[in-house]
């Protein structure tokens, strides 16, 4: 069953700006993970954040991680064309016995205009 | 580089045709997965293996199997495709349990005619 939703589905914005996705899911989790696909490609590990961290940064990236709401945001700043991506958002979801795979959202689709 | 590499890039096969995806890592993960993406959707968690223990997701159809003879190769088989098994399919590995960051191959996108 569908874990995580990001919100928006699409986004579209001008290069040197910032975009903002966001996250939501339904079960306990160890951590969320957000990864980058461009299309038709693999899948590319962004960043990942314990459920007991509340925000982590990598270069431009920025998340946040809220366990009362359930949520997740990710920030890309000072956006550029080649970030032009869909961004998955995905949980390892608090089973108890690990090694479990990641349940992905459906992604947003963002569109770096120059 | 480490790696994850799949064979082939794209594979189109007949209805019906058995086919093998393969999936070869040289990152000496103990875990790998294998993952079923149509067209503008989510990935799926299809099965994975934890060194040689093989989970399966309770909603894989039977017609998905795999094999992980050794700790670099998998091999995802599919038994009798159908037009509705055309989808992109991607291994990963990670290399612990726990805190599974997950390192993707570039897929596999599966053509049944």
């Known amino acids: 069953s569908q874990q995580g939703e990001e919100d928006p589905q699409a986004l579209s914005i001008q290069e040197g700006e910032n975009a903002t996705m966001n996250c939501s899911y339904k079960?306990?989790?160890?951590?969320l993970q957000w990864y980058r696909q461009n299309s038709g490609r693999g899948l590319v590990h962004l960043i990942l954040?314990?459920?007991?961290?509340r925000e982590k940064h990598s270069g431009r990236l920025r998340v946040t991680l809220d366990t009362s709401k359930k949520s997740s945001s990710l920030l890309i700043t000072a956006s550029r064309a080649a970030d032009t991506a869909s961004y998955f958002c995905a949980t390892d979801p608090d089973s108890g016995g690990g090694a479990d795979g990641l349940t992905f959202g459906k992604g947003t689709h963002l569109i770096i205009q120059p | 580089d480490a790696m994850v590499i799949q064979n082939p890039r794209y594979q189109v096969t007949q209805f019906g045709k058995p086919v093998t995806l393969s999936c070869s890592q040289t990152?000496?993960?103990?875990?790998m997965y294998w993952y079923q993406q149509k067209s503008s959707q989510a990935p799926k968690l299809l099965f994975h293996?934890?060194?040689?223990?093989?989970?399966n997701e309770a909603d894989t159809p039977d017609n998905f199997q795999s094999r992980r003879p050794n700790t670099s190769f998998c091999f995802l088989d599919i038994r009798s495709p159908g037009l509705g098994d055309a989808a992109m399919y991607l291994c990963?590995?990670?290399?612990?349990?726990?805190?599974?960051?997950?390192?993707f191959g570039p897929g596999t996108r599966l053509t049944v005619l």
């Open positions: 293996y934890y060194d040689k223990d093989f989970n």
């Open positions: 954040i314990r459920s007991n961290e």
């Open positions: 990152l000496n993960h103990n875990v």
């Open positions: 990963a590995t990670s290399a612990s349990k726990y805190y599974n960051e997950q390192f």
């Open positions: 079960t306990s989790i160890n951590n």
